[in-house]
């Protein structure tokens, strides 16, 4: 039974096992943790190394290595979980916190859904509580559920109306509104969000995806310019918002501008975390496809991504290493991690199942697609397509996946098929054009006027 004196809460209210000099770091970490401010990791390891019995401590720690979505990661989980275990075995702990190290274990041994399941009955129990609200929320996105994320944050969201990270939890509503297709809330929701809590990048930069997913670049720009004190706090998160800006200028036409943003801060940090990859790579492929010299820019990427090959950890990473090997002209590289995804076994975890189909599947039309072999890259890329939210990721990072389907569709003079894909697209944007679809309905017109006799 947990002494109460010896108990306090956190800025949720929730009953933890720390003491009460320790509970300020913890609601540090917590606050960093809702806002992926850059002090979080440090933050962590402080209240871990003041309070070593501290079990949940020991849990996120491990739940922040397995998000990170590296082969080397996974084992200093494992020994996070280890310690966790340890923890309780030494001192006493909540329920709460035995239920966290549970879904650790559960994740660990390669079910991250069942974490998420466990996670959420406890925020059943206690929908006020912020950091399995969140964990629920990250964890569910890697695994491609919107719905599951929504559902989660919406049966939360009355427990957050007096609650000190009522902001995070209305970005975190902004965004699962966004990427199942009510955009107007969305934008409403994650504006009120930002206003009440500017730091949170992301209910920012989920205001920047409903520009995206509307054809607003314009508006997104406006959205974004001069609120960068929401995201200069992050960790490699503002990477991803820079990304952001760059797709709005790419959607423009102006693509200087995109690859400035890219030099200057996307790639600023030449990191081989997988998101700062896929922010890369994505980008680089986007231009590419536009027509404009990316140069040298690959090189980097394709190196890191060589050294990446057998991680195996995500299909979404997997499909950016690809991009990047593909970019750099790494061909034996590319073949080597097309090899591992097909090694891959329904079974022994979702992020094996995943990588199996639709993950290879994917890959093999890309591998295709740089070869020149536009009508296989179709058959492949369009084969993924269905199941391809599976990946995780939004709407607009899986996005370069879709404008490769169309492309090799274009390519290998399937035009028909192209517009079906354009229009499909389109539906998913609630009928809003961007400047990608119609550069490329352009292209199909031109290629039907060719096509007519004497042309």
Same mark, same amino acid.
């Given at each position: ?86 923890? @309780? ?19 660990? %041994? ?6 998420? %399941? ?204 690809? @991009? ?60 993924? %397509? ?70």
């Amino acid at each position: 039974m947990l002494d109460t004196h010896d108990t306090t809460t956190d800025l949720s209210g929730i009953a933890t096992s720390l003491g009460r000099e320790r509970i300020g770091g913890w609601n540090r970490t917590l606050v960093g943790f809702l806002s992926h401010a850059a002090a979080t990791g440090p933050d962590l390891n402080a209240v871990i190394t003041a309070a070593p019995d501290f079990a949940l401590g020991h849990a996120i720690k491990g739940f922040a290595c397995l998000l990170l979505g590296r082969s080397e990661m996974v084992q200093i989980a494992r020994d996070a979980h280890v310690d966790a275990l340890a923890a @309780l075995q030494r001192a006493p702990a909540t329920a709460r916190e035995r239920a966290f190290v549970a879904a650790l274990g559960d994740w660990v %041994q390669g079910w991250p859904g069942r974490a998420a %399941q466990r996670l959420q009955a406890e925020l059943d129990r206690a929908p006020q509580d912020a950091l399995a609200m969140k964990l629920i929320q990250a964890i569910w996105f890697v695994l491609g559920r919107p719905d599951l994320m929504r559902q989660s944050i919406e049966g939360a969201l009355p427990a957050f109306a007096d609650h000190a990270a009522r902001g995070y939890a209305l970005g975190c509503h902004a965004f699962t509104l966004e990427e199942t297709g009510e955009y107007a809330r969305a934008e409403a929701i994650g504006r009120e969000g930002v206003e009440l809590c500017p730091p949170d990048a992301w209910g920012l930069h989920a205001v920047a995806h409903v520009c995206d997913m509307t054809g607003r670049a314009r508006d997104g720009l406006d959205w974004l310019s001069g609120r960068e004190a929401s995201w200069t706090h992050c960790n490699n998160f503002r990477f991803h918002v820079w990304w952001h800006r760059a797709l709005m200028h790419l959607d423009l036409g102006q693509y200087d501008a995109a690859l400035d943003f890219y030099d200057r801060d996307i790639r600023a940090d030449r990191t081989d975390d997988y998101r700062d990859i896929s922010n890369a790579a994505s980008l680089l492929s986007r231009l590419e496809l536009e027509g404009v010299n990316v140069g040298h820019r690959w090189d980097e990427l394709a190196d890191l991504s060589e050294r990446r090959a057998e991680d195996g950890c995500l299909a979404f990473a997997d499909l950016h290493y690809m @991009l990047a090997l593909m970019g750099g002209g790494r061909d034996e590289a590319a073949a080597r991690l097309i090899g591992r995804m097909a090694a891959a076994r329904a079974g022994t975890g979702e992020a094996q199942e995943i990588i199996a189909h639709p993950g290879l599947t994917a890959a093999q039309g890309l591998q295709a697609f740089a070869a020149g072999d536009h009508g296989t890259a179709f058959a492949h890329l369009s084969a993924a %397509q269905r199941d391809l939210p599976r990946i995780g990721g939004s709407h607009a990072q899986r996005d370069i996946f879709v404008r490769l389907t169309i492309e090799a569709a274009l390519r290998s003079g399937r035009l028909e098929a192209a517009e079906s894909l354009l229009a499909d697209r389109q539906a998913l944007r609630a009928g809003a054009s961007d400047g990608y679809a119609e550069r490329r309905r352009t292209l199909i017109a031109a290629a039907r006027q060719a096509a007519q006799p004497g042309a």
